[in-house]
C-alpha cells in the first residue's frame, strides 16, 4: 500500500478497495462528530466519578457527591410525617369555639375545607354549599339533623339513608302511592302545609280546606313534623314553617313528595375521609353559614 490511489474526480485519496469499479473515498470522520465523543466521553467519565454508576455486585460505587435518591425520598417522608403528626393532634384536640380566637388555625382549616369540601361534597351541596333540588343548603343554619359541630361531623361520618350500619334514617313516608291518604286529603294537607309559611293561601283556599288540612297534619304529618310543623331534628324531619325547602313548596313539588314520599341520600364519609378532615368539613360549613 506504497501507491497511493487518488480518485480522479473529486481528487481525494480512496482506500484502494474496489468494487465492480467502484472505489471508496478515504474521508475522514467530520471534526464535529470527534469533538461530541470526546466532550460526551469526558462528561460521562465526570458523573462516573460525582455519581451513583457501577454496579459491584450486592453495592455500586457511590460517587464523590453521595447523591441517593432514595434517601432524599425517605427524608422528605419523615419530615412531611413529622408536620402532620402536631396537626392531626392538634386538630382533635380543637372545638370550633376555638377558630374565634386563632386565625392562623381559621386560615388553615378554611383552605383544607374548600379543598375537601370541593373534592367531595360540592356536586351534590353546590360549590357554595348552598345545594339545590333535593339536596339542603348547608350555610342557611336550618338543620335538619342539628347544627352544632358535634352533630354535623356525625352527620358526615355516618350519613343519611347511606348504608353505614349507624346511618341515619330519613323517611318521608308515600301517602299518595301507599294509599294512607286520597287525592282530597292530600289537596288539604298540601295547602295547610303552605298556609304554615305563607298567610295568604287560607285567603286564596278558604279556612275550611285550611282546617281539614289542620286535623289531617295533626293526625298523620305531626308525629315527626312536630304539631307546629317545625320539624324534629332527631328524626330528620324538615321545619315546613320557614322559607327553606329541600324539593320545594310550590304545590306541584310537595304534592309529588307526598304521593311518593322522599329518602334523601347522603353518603357516609367515616371509611373515605379521616376523622380531622370530617372535623375540618363540620368547621368549614359552620365558618361559610355564620360569615355568609
Ligand atoms: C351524593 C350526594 C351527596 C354528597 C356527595 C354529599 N352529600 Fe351531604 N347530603 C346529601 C343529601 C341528599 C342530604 C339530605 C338528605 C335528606 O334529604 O334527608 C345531605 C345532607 C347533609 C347534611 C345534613 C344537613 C342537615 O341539615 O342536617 C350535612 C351536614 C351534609 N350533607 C354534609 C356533607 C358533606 C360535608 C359532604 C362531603 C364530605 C357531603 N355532604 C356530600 C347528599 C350528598
Ligand atoms: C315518619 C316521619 C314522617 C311523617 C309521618 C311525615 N314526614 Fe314529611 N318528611 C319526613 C322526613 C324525614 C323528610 C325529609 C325527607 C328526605 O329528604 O329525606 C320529610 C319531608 C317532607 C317534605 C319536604 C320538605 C322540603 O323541605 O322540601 C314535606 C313537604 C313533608 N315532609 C310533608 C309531610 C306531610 C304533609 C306529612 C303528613 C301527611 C308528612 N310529611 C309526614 C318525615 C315524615
New binding site residues.
Given amino acids: 500500500m506504497s501507491e497511493k490511489n487518488i480518485d480522479e474526480y473529486s481528487g481525494r485519496e480512496t482506500t484502494g478497495h474496489e468494487w465492480n469499479g467502484i472505489t471508496e473515498l478515504d474521508t475522514p470522520i467530520p471534526k464535529a462528530i470527534w469533538v461530541f465523543l470526546t466532550v460526551a466521553t469526558v462528561c460521562a467519565v465526570i458523573m462516573w466519578i460525582l455519581l451513583p454508576s457501577w454496579p459491584l455486585g450486592s453495592t455500586y460505587t457511590k460517587g464523590l457527591l453521595g447523591a441517593d435518591e432514595r434517601e432524599t425520598v425517605k427524608k422528605n417522608l419523615t419530615q412531611a410525617n413529622l408536620v402532620r403528626e402536631p396537626w392531626e393532634v392538634r386538630m382533635a384536640k380543637t372545638d370550633y369555639s376555638d377558630l374565634k380566637n386563632d386565625n392562623e388555625l381559621t386560615t388553615v382549616i378554611m383552605r383544607n375545607g374548600k379543598r ?2 370541593e373534592d ?2 360540592a ?3 353546590g360549590l357554595d354549599a348552598k345545594g339545590g333540588h ?3 343548603n ?1 350555610i342557611d343554619k ?6 352544632d359541630p358535634a352533630t ?1 361531623l356525625e ?2 361520618s355516618i350519613g ?1 339513608n347511606s348504608g353505614h350500619v349507624d346511618s341515619r334514617a ?1 323517611e318521608m313516608m308515600a301517602f299518595g302511592r301507599d294509599g294512607i291518604l286520597n287525592v282530597e286529603d292530600r289537596k288539604n294537607v298540601i295547602y295547610f302545609v303552605q298556609s304554615l309559611s305563607n298567610n295568604n293561601i287560607s285567603k286564596t283556599v278558604g279556612d275550611e280546606v285550611i282546617a281539614a288540612g289542620a286535623k289531617l297534619f295533626s293526625e298523620n304529618c305531626a308525629v315527626c313534623h312536630g304539631e307546629n310543623g317545625k320539624g324534629q331534628t332527631e328524626l ?1 324531619a324538615p321545619n315546613l314553617t320557614d322559607p327553606f325547602w ?1 324539593y320545594g313548596n310550590d304545590y306541584e313539588t310537595i304534592s309529588s313528595v307526598l304521593r311518593d314520599g ?1 329518602q ?4 357516609f ?1 367515616s371509611e373515605r ?1 379521616s376523622l380531622p378532615e370530617r372535623k375540618i ?1 363540620s368547621f368549614y ?1 359552620l365558618k361559610l353559614g355564620e360569615t355568609d
Avoid at 142 to 147: I, R, T
Avoid at 264 to 267: D, I, L, R, S, Y
Wanted: aromatic share 16%; hydrophobic share 50%; glycine share 16%.
Fill in positions: 375537601l369540601f367531595n361534597c356536586m351534590c351541596h333535593g339536596y339542603p348547608l336550618q338543620w335538619l339533623w342539628g347544627g354535623i352527620t358526615i343519611i330519613s330528620g329541600i322522599r334523601g341520600v347522603m353518603p364519609w375521609l368539613l360549613i
